[in-house]
Nanobody, 115 residues
Framework: QVQLVESGGGLVQPGGSLRLSCSAS????????MGWYRQAPGKQRELVAT???????NYAASVKGRSTISRDNGRNTVTLQMNSLALEDTAVYYC?????????WGQGTQVTVSS
């Protein structure tokens, strides 16, 4: 079982930036896809960004152009850099991984955008 631990959440002002990191408990070389989802209060969990083992990336329209997802197989981490944060980005952000067809979730980290 893959364990995922997120870090980097917190309070940020509108227009600010945040860098979220997800550390895996084991090598991520065999993990087909890793990414970030988020869930705002009263809303469904939604995709933010994903990166495959081939380093192919996919972004939600709402964050495309102001977010970058990266994957470091040597450090077993996936990082999400988000810029130009808006109030609508407030949510719990979850790291997600797919290995051999099974999905794994982190415990989530809170991101609050507020002035």
């Amino acid at each position: 079982q893959v364990q995922l631990v997120e870090s980097g959440g917190g309070l940020v002002q509108p227009g600010g930036s945040l860098r979220l990191s997800c550390s895996a408990s084991e090598s991520i070389y065999s993990i087909e896809s890793m990414g970030w989802y988020r869930q705002a209060p009263g809303k469904q969990r939604e995709l933010v960004a994903t990166v495959t083992s081939a380093l192919s990336t996919n972004y939600a329209a709402s964050v495309k152009g102001r977010s970058t997802i990266s994957r470091d197989n040597g450090r077993n981490t996936v990082t999400l850099q988000m810029n130009s944060l808006a109030l609508e980005d407030t949510a719990v952000y979850y790291c997600y991984a797919v290995r051999r067809g099974l999905g794994y979730w982190g415990q989530g980290t809170q991101v609050t955008v507020s002035s």
